[in-house]
């Protein structure tokens, strides 16, 4: 059964770094594309990133592509965001999600192309 959770948020001040993972506890990832959204206080949720992760292609929001970087950890079996130079407008709560098919680049910015999603992390940019 496939379970998505997100874990690694937190308060952290301007300018600092931040990692989160995302895990699928029914199993390893074998296939798909893994996604990470953010929805921050009174605005829709957006997409971040994307790993495909069966050719390890990556994709990102023009906003967060100089500053984040999502990648795989083979040792956790998890899909990761790094981000860095953090600023309060990153504040949001994280979500993960997974397609159970690896997406083309047209879709993997889109909510509904997503088959599972985990319940989100609140990371908060504050000093």
């Known amino acids: 059964q496939v379970q998505v959770a997100e874990s690694g948020g937190g308060l952290v001040q301007p300018g600092a770094s931040l990692r989160l993972s995302c895990l699928n506890s029914?199993?390893?990832?074998?296939?798909?594309?893994i996604g990470w959204f953010r929805q921050a206080p009174g605005k829709e949720r957006t997409f971040v990133a994307a790993?495909?992760?069966?050719?390890?292609?990556?994709h990102y929001s023009n906003s967060v592509k100089d500053r984040f970087t999502i990648t795989r950890d083979n040792a956790k079996k998890t899909v990761d965001l790094l981000m860095n130079s953090l600023k309060p407008e990153d504040t949001a709560v994280y979500y993960c999600?997974?397609?159970?098919?690896?997406?083309?680049?047209?879709?993997?910015?889109?909510?509904?192309?997503?088959?599972?999603w985990g319940q989100g992390t609140q990371v908060t940019v504050s000093s």
């Open positions: 790993f495909d992760w069966s050719n390890n292609r990556k």
């Open positions: 029914g199993g390893a990832f074998s296939s798909g594309t």
């Open positions: 999600a997974l397609s159970r098919s690896r997406l083309i680049t047209s879709s993997v910015g889109r909510e509904e192309s997503y088959d599972y």
